[in-house]
């Protein structure tokens, strides 16, 4: 039987998305903030914090996949949805459930920058170290974890768990 074994309560969560959502709403006041969360993982975290944010903003979504079924990236990045908004000359924040290697976010943020953004930032969830690859600055991070296979809050194993409260560690 798979185990699962808790990571982040929902309440270490909650304070930390609220957190987060402060410093956004400081650091981009009267600026042109668009958010794009990247499905399927992010959905739960950008919707939580969207909510704490105190500014105007706009948000879209990008769906990109580098996995399988498995539990680590194949390296290939395959777009299944882009963006609808205009970006150009717009501020945009890349929300992400988590950054492992690093090459989905590095893929995304020169995308982004190529659509004549006038800025592209991250902000994820779970910024895991161990296995990174492609050098990313994550300027906005959840929690910091050195590895592990996470699960719950959006996250999933081969689509399951993503309905979990909490995130745990998955073991097999
Ligand atoms: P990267 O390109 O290796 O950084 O992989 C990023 C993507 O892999 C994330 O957006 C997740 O969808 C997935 N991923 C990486 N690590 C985990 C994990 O621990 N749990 C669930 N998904 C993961
Ligand atoms: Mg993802």
Known sequence: MPELIPILSKTAIDARVEEIAHRISED???RDL???GILKGAFIFLSDL???LTIPVKVDFMSVS????GMSSTGQIRLHKDVELDLKNRDVLIVEDIVDTGVTLAYLVDYLKSSGAASVRICALIDKRERRQAAVAVDYAGHVV???FL???G???AEFYRNLPEIYHLKL
Do not use: A, M, Q
């Open 34 to 36: 668009i958010l794009i």
């Open 50 to 52: 969207i909510r704490h």
């Open 155 to 157: 996250l999933d194993y």
């Open 151 to 153: 699960v719950g809050y």
């Open 66 to 69: 580098s996995y399988g079924n």
């Open 146 to 148: 050195d590895k592990g």
């Open 28 to 30: 981009y006041r009267d």
